[in-house]
T-cell receptor, first 117, second 110 residues
Framework: GAVVSQHPSRVICKSGTSVKIECRSL??????MFWYRQFPKKSLMLMAT?????????EQGVEKDKFLINHASLTLSTLTVTSAHPEDSSFYIC?????????????FGDGTRLSIL | RKEVEQDPGPFNVPEGATVAFNCTYS??????FFWYRQDCRKEPKLLMS???SGNEDGRFTAQLNRASQYISLLIRDSKLSDSATYLC???????????FGKGTSLLVTP
């Protein structure tokens, strides 16, 4: 089945550090990938839609200069949290769809738990 | 952003019980509907898609009522391993991003 790999799974950094998270579709090509964020006891919230070869589309309230997204190939999207601060500590999850049908479900990476000290 | 509402629970049920979760969504033009399961500190995993005709997979039955904008999930003969958070998920009519409910927490006890 479709597999999405996310790396790293856990990051602990000092405030001010920039952190890059990778999302790879291992056995399919994904022209579109999604980045979500989940705070404790909250729902997953879409941060941005990553489009291969073009600029990402950010949801309202998400700073594009803070959360840099690069989708340089059909199997890799990266999210960089620049100058991370404690309030950026969260669970970040990427997802991708293997097909184009309307009812195709998304497959999620394992998530990255980011802790900023 | 369009809303997906769920009762957060928690639902505490004994093994073998039948439990039902409900979900409502506000965007009548929503296209696709899913139930995902999320274990503590893990990524969501697709449990099943939801269709107007109903969808059954073993002990799990999902139902969609488009007129009422209501989705349900029924779990029969609950197992300890069913303990998790169940996320109601809706795909809007444009694009492919998913809109998640906050999840319903289920704890199955011996």
């Amino acid at each position: 089945g479709a597999v999405v790999s996310q790396h790293p799974s856990r990051v602990i950094c000092k405030s001010g550090t920039s952190v890059k998270i990778e999302c790879r579709s291992l056995d399919f090509q994904a022209t579109t990938m999604f980045w979500y964020r989940q705070f404790p006891k909250k729902s997953l919230m879409l941060m941005a839609t990553s489009n291969e070869g073009s600029k990402a589309t950010y949801e309202q309230g998400v700073e594009k200069d803070k959360f840099l997204i690069n989708h340089a190939s059909l199997t890799l999207s990266t999210l960089t949290v620049t100058s991370a601060h404690p309030e950026d500590s969260s669970f970040y999850i990427c997802s991708a769809r293997p097909g184009t049908g309307l009812n195709q479900p998304q497959h999620f990476g394992d998530g990255t738990r980011l802790s900023i000290l | 952003r369009k809303e997906v509402e769920q009762d957060p629970g928690p639902f505490n049920v004994p093994e073998g019980a039948t439990v039902a979760f409900n979900c409502t969504y506000s965007n009548s033009a929503s296209q696709s509907f899913f139930w995902y399961r999320q274990d503590c500190r893990k990524e969501p995993k697709l449990l099943m898609s939801v269709y107007s005709s109903g969808n059954e997979d073993g002990r799990f039955t999902a139902q969609l009522n488009r007129a009422s904008q209501y989705i349900s999930l029924l779990i029969r003969d609950s197992k300890l391993s069913d303990s998790a958070t169940y996320l109601c998920v809706v795909k809007e009519e444009t694009g492919y991003a998913l809109n998640f409910g906050k999840g319903t927490s289920l704890l199955v006890t011996p």
